[in-house]
DNA sequence: ATGATGGTTGCTCTGACGGCAACTGATGCG
DNA sequence: CGCATCAGTTGCCGTCAGAGCAACCATCAT
């Protein structure tokens, strides 16, 4: 509400990007002047003169041969810079939806070359606040958190990013000690949609983790749960569940949702 | 060049979007209408009003708490659906096979204007994320990740795009300093299908890149391995062919997914 | 209270844009 | 070859939207 400026000229201009992002897509061919007059309803003199303007700023990218023309370089970059302030901004809810059902610490975790980074957290009342903020832990898939960020990645890199001598450094007690047993967990975790260990990485300690993805559809984060196992053991599987649909939901509210 | 409309408000608003994509950074804490103001150099009424029609079209959201400004869900909407959005989801797992070979950050480029632009990166364990997700440099032919992208313009372009003048401002040790020397270079990397270059843009820097095509052929992005001389530099023309065969790859796929 | 800082709103005058129509240029067809 | 059609660009003018300034709120610290 209130004040606006350029209101029009800024409406505009993203029916424009918003044609071009439907009715052309990525794999669409690129569209003309007139077909997006037509799509929008407007002027064709004006629409010519706006993607000019546009192209002129990066925002579409006009096809050298088609003359048509499609989304540009620069919403990319615009969006790909801030996409993680943002994740936390919105991660919030979704975290705390989580809390108030199983009642433990709920972080978010992005992977940092081959550590695990907790970007957000919340905690239930009553809760001492622990790591909070930035907590630095080895994956190295001895974490729910760990193998969730890199459940995505092809057997091949697995096996030459995890070490046999890796796994076995990883956690107290790893369960999984070779390549080949973290593949066949990678794949029961994609196929249940999300991950637990049980006092694998320290003793008494148990956890699950689910992931998020980004508009590309590629695991940018990942929701866990790290408790005690005499408060979360017996409930362990349901709070995966709930792990997985907060993580689904916040992927959904991250790109499409307003 | 050509005939601009709302060129002075759409300017405007992208100044205001990339203030608040930068300066917010990855962990950034919302912007404020002052703040906003200074970093562009515009009244702040300007920028009070800029930004209420901004957020009303969902470009920016406004932070409850601290009420400042960040990026909002329709970029990442938009952003979704541009090329380089596809690129990245289809080269990733290429990227990640350079780097478990070689152990070096790698990186996918593209073109834009005169400048290189980083829209994808994969680093290596132990690799502290560095700039990630998008940096510009200036290519002007003193980094390979550059001269690959203009390896199939023809001459006249070339010549025309690259003075002398601009040749000898690129990098600290520029090796190429005319045209001719550019275009014979640049049919040494036609003929080898990579590009290397040995500490031409910055001192103990080596780098190598080879080009991704989409499916008229065009040069569209590069794929990049940027390290120092002391870890890459016995091992240069290697890297080298894994980036072009990397390359090669991600072109096939590009072309195949349609 | 006082002042400082951050944000919004009223107001006027200027110049940028909407709309139309003419123009260019490519393509097709008898 | 001439004519028609369609896609895109450009020139023009009156009107309306926004730049800029200053006044006005809100919050917080002293």
Not at 88 to 96: D, E, H, K, M
Not at 101 to 109: A, K
Not at 160 to 171: D, N, P, V
């Amino acid at each position: 509400m209130a004040a606006r400026v350029n209101a029009a000229g800024l409406r505009r201009d993203l029916e424009i990007l918003d044609v071009l992002a439907h009715e052309a897509g990525p794999r669409g061919e690129p569209l003309g002047v007139t077909r997006v007059a037509e799509l929008v309803g407007r002027e064709k003199s004006q629409i010519s003169r706006a993607l000019s303007s546009l192209a002129e700023e990066g925002l579409v990218e006009r096809d050298d041969r088609s003359s048509g023309y499609r989304l540009g370089w620069r919403l990319y970059a615009l969006a790909a810079r801030t996409f993680e302030s943002r994740l936390v901004a919105i991660a919030t809810p979704y975290l705390r939806a989580v809390v108030t059902r199983v009642q433990e610490t709920t972080v978010l975790c992005v992977l940092r070359g081959d550590d695990v980074l907790t970007i957000a957290s919340e905690t239930p009342p009553h809760a001492f606040r622990g790591v909070g903020w930035e907590g630095v832990s080895v994956p190295a898939a001895a974490t729910s958190a760990g193998r969730v960020l890199v459940s995505d990645w092809d057997a091949d890199t697995i096996r030459s990013f995890f070490t046999e001598r890796k796994l076995a450094a990883a956690g107290e007690h790893p369960a999984i000690r070779t390549p080949d047993q973290l593949l066949a967990e990678l794949e029961r975790i994609r196929a249940r949609g999300y991950a637990t260990v049980d006092e694998e990485f320290e003793h008494g300690v148990v956890g699950c983790s689910a992931p998020v993805r980004d508009f590309n559809g590629r695991i940018v984060a990942a929701v866990n749960i790290t408790a005690p196992k005499t408060r979360l053991g017996e409930r362990l599987d349901a709070a995966g569940r709930f792990v997985a649909n907060a993580a689904q939901q916040l992927t959904r509210r991250l790109v499409e949702s307003r």
